[in-house]
């Protein structure tokens, strides 16, 4: 059974930055797309970033330029660079699987990132 396991999250200033990790687990025949989502503060949890099946990748306006999503195939890791972080991008961040082999998606239980003016 696939598991996701996000890391990398804690406390910067605006400026800074943050690298988060998502390592998956378990084992699958299947192939998916991986997603980073964000939930902030009072607000809706929102779409950041995705790497598909075929390494294609895809950003929210609100942080192109900004955060750059990678993985390592070997490693079973995707990453999500994240550079001149803002107080906006205050947020628990979650990695989720997609894919047509399971239903609903499967999502990490997240990790924190605080971004102080």
């Known amino acids: 059974q696939v598991q996701l396991l996000e890391s990398g999250g804690g406390s910067v200033q605006a400026g800074g930055s943050l690298r988060l990790s998502c390592a998956v687990s378990?084992?699958?025949?299947?192939?998916?797309?991986m997603r980073w989502y964000r939930q902030g503060p009072g607000k809706e949890r929102e779409f950041v970033s995705g790497?598909?099946?075929?390494?294609?990748?895809s950003y929210a306006d609100s942080v192109k330029g900004r955060f750059t999503i990678s993985q390592d195939s070997a490693k079973k890791t995707v990453y999500l660079q994240m550079i001149s972080l803002k107080p906006e991008d205050t947020a628990m961040y979650y990695c989720?699987?997609?894919?047509?082999?399971?239903?609903?998606?499967?999502w990490g239980q997240g990790t924190q990132v605080t971004v102080s003016s």
């Open positions: 378990g084992y699958t025949s299947c192939r998916y797309d």
């Open positions: 790497i598909d099946r075929d390494g294609r990748r």
């Open positions: 989720v699987a997609v894919s047509a082999c399971w239903s609903p998606n499967k």
